[in-house]
């Protein structure tokens, strides 16, 4: 059974930084993912990486802002979110699963974690 257990969001001004971290046991798949959902908006992919660290892809709003890294002792995931915005507030969501022909397909989601910036 996966589990995935997200922390660290929270309320922040803008140019703020916050570090989200999804704590992972079970049999995840080999590519970790962060998505978020803004109210009255569809989930969208934010970053992903595999544990391998061979395949990093982030979206192109938060490149350069964001970075996804990951311990694989530990079996957890981050994503470092630099220069906040107030576009950046929504439910951020870590996901597990595999890529497939270089598509990541995500099977397993944690509960979610809020993230609020504010101007």
């Known amino acids: 059974q996966v589990q995935l257990v997200e922390s660290g969001g929270g309320l922040v001004q803008a140019g703020g930084s916050l570090r989200l971290s999804c704590a992972a046991s079970?049999?995840?798949?080999?590519?970790m993912g962060w998505f978020r959902q803004a109210p009255g908006k569809e989930r969208e992919f934010v970053a992903s990486?595999?544990?391998?660290?061979?395949?990093?892809d982030y979206r192109d709003s938060v490149k350069c802002r964001f970075l996804i890294s990951r311990d694989n002792v530990k079996n957890t995931v981050y994503l470092q979110m630099n220069n906040l915005q107030p576009e950046d507030t929504a439910v951020y969501y870590c996901?597990?699963?595999?890529?497939?022909?270089?598509?990541?397909?995500?099977?397993?989601w944690g509960q979610g974690t809020q993230v609020t910036v504010s101007s």
């Open positions: 990486i595999t544990w391998s660290g061979g395949s990093i």
């Open positions: 079970g049999r995840t798949g080999s590519t």
């Open positions: 996901a597990a699963g595999q890529t497939v022909s270089g598509a990541p397909r995500f099977d397993y």
